[in-house]
């Protein structure tokens, strides 16, 4: 079965850290490009980073500085490190797939999408 399945996500405080893992199966990831995209309640879903299948890296200015992507072939999983997390990045986070990256950074018309994971940042 070809599918993506997030992981990671949880309640966390201000400042802290949580880091998501996006899981393929069915398909190798090694040739597509991944992204996460968030969507907060009452909000429209937002990208959030992408990954390139050549490693390269794009990231929303909200993010910058605090959240990195990284990507494992030999695990064929896909991570979301987020550090200093604000209760604005409370949201459900949802990975995606794309064998092109520039269709991952339009950020629509993407070949698979995980069901998502919720992240709640709250003291």
């Known amino acids: 079965q070809v599918q993506l399945v997030e992981s990671g996500g949880g309640l966390v405080q201000p400042g802290g850290s949580l880091r998501l893992s996006c899981a393929a199966s069915?398909?190798?990831?090694?040739?597509?490009?991944i992204g996460w995209f968030r969507q907060a309640p009452g909000k429209e879903r937002e990208g959030v980073l992408c990954?390139?299948?050549?490693?390269?890296?794009y990231y929303a200015d909200s993010v910058k500085g605090r959240f990195t992507i990284s990507r494992d072939n030999a695990k064929n999983t896909v991570y979301l490190q987020m550090n200093s997390l604000k209760p604005e990045d409370t949201a459900v986070y949802y990975c995606?797939?794309?064998?092109?990256?520039?269709?991952?950074?339009?950020?629509?018309?993407?070949?698979?999408w995980g069901k998502g994971t919720l992240v709640t940042v709250s003291s």
């Open positions: 069915g398909f190798t990831l090694d040739y597509y490009a």
């Open positions: 995606a797939a794309d064998r092109s990256i520039a269709t991952m950074r339009r950020g629509y018309g993407m070949d698979r």
């Open positions: 990954i390139s299948s050549d490693g390269r890296k």
